[in-house]
Each structure stands twice: as C-alpha cells, then as structure tokens.
C-alpha cells in the first residue's frame, strides 16, 4: 500500500522560498505520475503541479507557473529511494496553507489533462507553509 509523507513546509516571509518534499512509502515514486495540490482554511484544494513518473513531463497551474517548481529525483538504491520536490520562490501571503501530495487515482505514470482532486487520491498529510512578515 502507496503511502505518501511531505515534508519542508513552514514559516516564510513574503518574497520568500521553500522546498517541499515528498516521499512514499509501500512502493516507489518512480512509478507513478505525482500532483501537487494546496488547501487554504475554508477554501477547496487547490491543483498546483504534477510531474510524470519520468521525470520528464510537467503541468502547473497558472497561478504558480513561473514562481512555482517540480521535479522528481529517481531512485538511487533501496537505500536511497525516488523523491518529488516542489520549490517553492516569490512566495505571497495567498500561498499559505496546507501542501500535499498524491497519485492519480489509477496509479498513472503520466499527468492527466485537469490538476483536479477528483483525479487524484492516496493523499499525504501534508505540510503546511505559511507566508507572513
């Protein structure tokens, strides 16, 4: 069973960076096309990104194209497993809230069309950042 843990959130000021994480357990992330997705309090979750199960293809919203990263870093060993990042710069007060990461529901290796949570599931925790001076 896919479990999926982020880590790398926090406090940063307006202008700021960051460097979420996000790792799996159960199986590897080389298999699997990985969203990103962000949910503000009282707010629906949010599509950000996603990368292919190769590394090689990526889809952003357009609120965070340009400002907002992902990548994969394949497996090295069992020792040293597939990682998914999502940097995280220019950040804005608006970007604040709870980070997660996920699989598409069919465990695809590639991204689908629409960054919707419909499409996705096996949902991390996730990691919260906030934005504020």
């Known amino acids: 069973q896919l479990q999926l843990v982020e880590s790398g959130g926090g406090l940063v000021p307006p202008g700021g960076s960051l460097r979420l994480s996000c790792a799996a357990s159960?199986?590897?992330?080389?298999?699997?096309?990985i969203g990103w997705f962000r949910q503000a309090p009282g707010k629906e979750r949010e599509g950000l990104s996603c990368v292919s199960s190769s590394g090689a293809s990526t889809r952003y919203a357009d609120s965070v194209k340009g400002r907002f990263t992902t990548s994969k870093e394949h497996a090295k060993s069992t020792a040293v497993p597939a990682m998914v990042y999502l940097q995280l710069n220019d950040l804005k007060p608006e970007d604040s809230g709870n980070y997660y990461c996920?699989?598409?529901?069919?465990?695809?290796?590639?991204?689908?069309?629409?960054?919707?949570?419909?499409?996705?599931?096996?949902w991390g925790q996730g990691t919260q950042v906030t934005v504020s001076s």
């Open positions: 996920a699989t598409t529901k069919g465990g695809s290796r590639w991204c689908p069309g629409e960054l919707t949570d419909s499409v996705f599931g096996s």
């Open positions: 159960g199986a590897s992330l080389d298999a699997y096309a």
